[in-house]
DNA sequence: ACAAATGATACAATTATAGTATCATTATTC
DNA sequence: GAATAATGATACTATAATTGTATCATTTGT
């Protein structure tokens, strides 16, 4: 199970370095130096964050990526959205079930408390919060 | 993202009928009539089942399974062991990353976090805590 | 004009999930 | 002892999601 898939997480990636920018704009070449990303999927993640007003472009020599958004207001939850759709823990789980007689409902509201826990503490990320200062591993 | 895929739930479904069957030997073909698994597919499981000593099994006619292990010893976390390998929401995210500056720190404090909420969770639910009588919905 | 960038979009490879199919073996029943 | 109904083992297939690649058009600065 994965909580992120490589899309969210090169995006996020990109993101925090971005943020050590400071309003400088950042060809997608730069970051696919600086993190080592491959190109043509770095550039697919970049175009779909610019869809999504995550970030503005600049075409043309000199172009780039800057922030549309400020970054204390993307959330990890927000990425993970974007690329990978809803967050739903329960998906195939309560389809057919229909509650035969008992079992589903003691574990869909486990499930959806489990569904709530994570939203929350996805919610408390955002890449702002990533790129303070304060790591030590 | 899926907690459960579809082998975990079918297992799980077939588990907690089983468990309505007071030490009756169960034949794969009452599940697949009862709970609409395809048959091979449920066959593959139940034999799964029976390797990783979940459930005994009778071959021959009037033959089936029967709980090797009692219903509330059967977690859903070891059921999603066995089909889905090892929960792991880290996976990908911090092998490459080795920590830059910051950020990967304090992401994979909150992730290793959930991590283990999603687990203390998942340990508290079992088959046993499934069958009890007490659904409402 | 050229170079360096993004926009749009289609294609391809790999992996995971979900499911099928077949044949051998075992045990019960008639 | 043959028919039947079950599991054991195992190989195969289909579908979908993930993880990319490739190409060409367009824009912009020098």
Same mark, same amino acid.
């Given at each position: ?7 969210? &997480? ?12 400071? &309003? ?12 080592? %990303?491959?190109? #043509? ?28 958004? #400020?970054? &204390?207001? /993307?959330?990890?939850?927000?990425? /993970? ?29 486990? %499930? &959806? ?11 408390? %990320? ?12």
């Amino acid at each position: 199970m994965k909580l992120v898939t490589r899309d969210t &997480d090169y995006a996020l990636r990109a993101l925090c370095y971005m943020a050590g920018c400071q &309003d400088r704009v950042v060809p997608a070449s730069e970051l696919v130096r600086e993190l080592g %990303i491959p190109r #043509p999927f770095l550039r697919k993640i970049l175009q779909v964050l610019h869809k999504r007003k995550v970030l503005k472009s600049y075409r043309g020599q000199g172009g780039g990526f800057l922030f549309m958004m #400020p970054p &204390d207001k /993307i959330f990890l939850f927000g990425l /993970i959205e974007i690329f990978q759709g809803r967050l739903r823990l329960n998906d195939c789980f309560f389809k057919k079930m229909a509650c035969p007689n008992t079992g589903s409902c003691i574990l869909k509201k486990k %499930i &959806d408390g489990l569904e709530r826990y994570i939203l929350k503490e996805l919610s408390s %990320i955002t890449v702002a919060s990533l790129t303070r200062k304060s790591g030590n591993g």
